[in-house]
């Protein structure tokens, strides 16, 4: 379903950019830094910079940059998370090119923590059998790194910076190329941007599912949006479910993370009696691969009737805690956790979008100049689950190349070209009470499309999604919350499809039947 220029009010007008990047995260600034400064670039966002996914992550950015460590330790690493599914050539680029990447945001001055002798501070994660995480801020790497990221973008010429519009659709020509992007500016108001390259950084789908780690912006636009345009999805079944989100008895916005490093600095899992139930379950323990732990932990909650674990980092002292984990450190103490003294409540939460739009090693979707980095993306690195840490690095190594396939072809290219816009069957105006269908949808996909799955339960809750999104096409509402709907409609639904269609256990994807 393509949207018709004519249900939105009129086209106010028109502007010319020569790379169009939807998404301001580190995916989308990593790319904007390497397109060359003769062609204008202009980023956009619906929100800020801020509220992102990249903002909000914690653990760090994967590497194979210490002495006992190496480019194929960490494709190992990565192919045995991936359960056999990872593109072995996206892997291969991904650890062989990531520390030169690492190196150039050293140079950037993104401030990354150094040990006591002023070197990188390299730590560990859940399926890394190596140190080779690097982190700033303690556990405020993605802030740190946008942060410093963004500045750099600020202070380039040829890039502008436009938040608070949203990208309706990828506009494409008669060819089927790209031709621009239809936006909503924060009035409502729709425009068009012309430009023969888009790339789409708009991050994961995390608002698909009652409880996420994902900011409110992560509604899978981008996805939904290449999907109309004519680009493919892949690997929509395989869902990371973060396994130690902050449980709360309150409904809340965005799940607070508990990140991974915290068990990788010596957090243990246990139930409410205190028994470690990871013991046995796999040879790493608590550090074993997020699929594997957020299966463990569902389990004993099932068998418990209980809705939470705790991890207890109590080991280490006060000190260490604040200094390490400054930001879980200072939301568990508002919430009256004291985590150097008390156990951490936890249970699996919806964190990260395994699959997602299918790219090539240039991040080239099937659509000619549509391009897709960072969790939107499909490069194949991840297969069947993604190994801790390795997310950021992708938004750098992919996102570096994206930019560098734009500037070859900008090279060749002719000047931007007005768009010609589509005019498809107008549809008739419904005003529909957007929150509740939505919140439908979360409570379905959390039921039937969560860490355990099964035919029966998918199959009916494709039915239902299939009516809303029925319901959502024949009709039309001018405004932000008709389209993030729909979309969130329409990934439930692919999610669903894929899901289904997979009938074997593998990775983040399990099935109990």
């Avoid at 909000?56 to 190992?76: K, T, V, W």
């Avoid at 004291?338 to 395994?354: A, N």
Wanted: hydrophobic share 40%; charged share 25%.
């Amino acid at each position: 379903m393509r949207f018709a220029t004519d249900d939105f009010s009129d086209i106010t007008q028109h502007l010319q950019y020569d790379v169009i990047i939807i998404g301001a995260g580190i995916a989308g600034l990593y790319t904007a830094l390497h397109i060359d400064e003769k062609h204008s670039c202009c980023i956009l966002t619906k929100e800020d910079a801020e509220v992102s996914n990249s903002w909000l992550a914690q653990g760090g950015i994967a590497a194979a940059i210490s002495i006992d460590d190496a480019p194929m330790y960490h494709f190992e690493d990565t192919i045995v998370a991936g359960a056999g599914l990872c593109d072995e050539n996206a892997v291969k680029v991904l650890v062989s090119e990531g520390p030169s990447d690492i190196r150039r945001l050293v140079e950037m001055q993104v401030p990354f923590d150094l040990d006591s002798e002023g070197d990188l501070d390299i730590t560990r994660e859940g399926g890394h059998r190596r140190r080779r995480i690097v982190h700033a801020g303690g556990d405020a790497t993605g802030r740190e790194t946008v942060k410093a990221l963004a500045h750099l973008v600020s202070l380039r010429k040829n890039v502008i910076f436009m938040p608070h519009n949203f990208c309706v659709d990828i506009l494409t020509d008669d060819n089927g190329a790209v031709s621009g992007c239809a936006v909503l500016d924060s009035t409502d108001t729709l425009y068009i941007i012309d430009s023969p390259n888009v790339v789409l950084a708009t991050g994961g789908i995390g608002q698909v599912y009652k409880v996420s780690t994902n900011p409110s912006v992560a509604t899978g636009d981008g996805l939904a949006a290449a999907v109309r345009a004519g680009a493919s999805l892949t690997g929509m079944e395989f869902i990371q479910f973060h396994p130690t989100g902050l449980w709360s008895d309150k409904r809340e916005n965005r799940a607070f993370l508990i990140s991974e490093s915290v068990r990788g600095e010596g957090g243990l899992l246990k139930n409410s009696d205190g028994e470690r139930f990871m013991d046995g379950q796999h040879e790493l323990n608590e550090l074993a691969p997020r699929d594997i732990v957020a299966r463990a932990i569902t389990r004993e909650l099932m068998k418990r009737n209980e809705n939470h674990v705790f991890v207890d980092i109590t080991s280490k002292p006060r000190e260490y805690l604040e200094q390490r984990f400054p930001t879980i450190y200072s939301e568990c103490l508002k919430r009256g956790i004291d985590i150097s003294k008390t156990w951490i409540p936890v249970c699996p939460v919806q964190h990260y979008l395994i699959g997602g739009i299918q790219t090539d090693l240039d991040a080239r979707t099937s659509v000619e100049g549509l391009y897709a980095c960072g969790e939107a993306a499909s490069t194949g690195v991840h297969g069947a689950n993604r190994l801790a840490s390795n997310s950021m690095l992708e938004c750098l190594v992919f996102g570096r190349h994206a930019a560098n396939h734009i500037n070859s072809r900008l090279s060749n290219s002719e000047k931007v070209s007005r768009t010609k816009l589509p005019h498809p069957e107008k549809r008739p105006v419904v005003k529909r009470n957007f929150a509740e269908i939505r919140s439908e949808i979360q409570q379905i996909m959390n039921d039937y499309g969560g860490v355990l799955r099964n035919e029966k339960g998918m199959t009916n809750a494709l039915a239902r999604i299939s009516e809303i999104l029925k319901e959502l096409e024949q009709s039309f509402f001018s405004g932000r919350e008709y389209i993030e709907t729909l979309n969130i409609a329409a990934l439930a639904a692919e999610i669903l499809k894929a899901a289904l269609a997979r009938k074997e256990s593998v990775g983040a994807h399990y099935r109990e039947d």
